[in-house]
């Protein structure tokens, strides 16, 4: 049964790797002293794009269809200087590119750029497989709750590059469930139905 389980984590393992790297490419260019150019490529559908400042405040939200092209110009002319984000996020990754805004303009802030990959969840006879790519190897937790809210497992990890659990749901309660996964500055909420 264990191998079974490995062999079904190995395929989700593949199979996540294959779609995340079949997703399209971001790139972030400064054109001119204040305005971004945000290109993206083999855009699928929900895929989303933010324009963050540095305390996290959306100044751009937009949901895209799917597209062999997208591009967006933001004129960071008239926002205050500071730390800015571009984000893209997909089903299972989040893009993330630094830009400076001072007085000499807009810059890219060098080797900042980072993907946060999103924790992958599925349910397959009672048992539920948490799967998450931890190639940091980042301080996170883990915590799973019942449709009441009650804590069912609580884990604190950081030392594994892949992070993969099964949890038997078998004498649990038919019904919903979530997991809050919190990694540095981010929660990802996954709801399961079991």
């Not at 000499?104 to 048992?127: H, R």
Request: with cysteine; proline share 2%; net charge positive.
């Amino acid at each position: 049964m264990k191998r079974v389980i490995n062999l079904c984590l190995l395929a989700l393992v593949i199979t996540t790797s294959n779609i995340a790297n079949a997703a399209g490419k971001v790139s972030v260019e400064i054109t001119n002293s204040s305005m971004v150019t945000v290109s993206l490529t083999e855009v699928v559908k929900g895929e989303k794009l933010f324009l963050k400042d540095y305390h996290g405040e959306i100044l751009f939200n937009v949901t895209l269809e799917a597209t062999p092209n997208y591009q967006k110009y933001f004129n960071l002319g008239n926002v205050a200087d500071g730390v800015y984000f571009v984000e893209t996020e997909s089903l299972y990754e989040v893009k993330v590119t630094p830009l400076l805004k001072n007085k000499k303009g807009v810059s890219l802030i060098n080797t900042s750029a980072v993907t946060v990959f999103k924790p992958q969840a599925s349910v397959e006879n009672n048992l539920m497989k948490v799967l998450f790519n931890n190639t940091e190897k980042s301080s996170f937790n883990l915590t799973i709750y019942d449709s009441e809210w009650r804590v069912l497992e609580e884990i604190i990890g950081n030392d594994e590059k892949i992070f993969k659990r099964t949890f038997d749901f078998s004498k649990m309660p038919k019904g919903e469930y979530q997991l809050y996964f919190s990694l540095k500055d981010r929660t990802f909420i996954k709801k399961v139905s079991i």
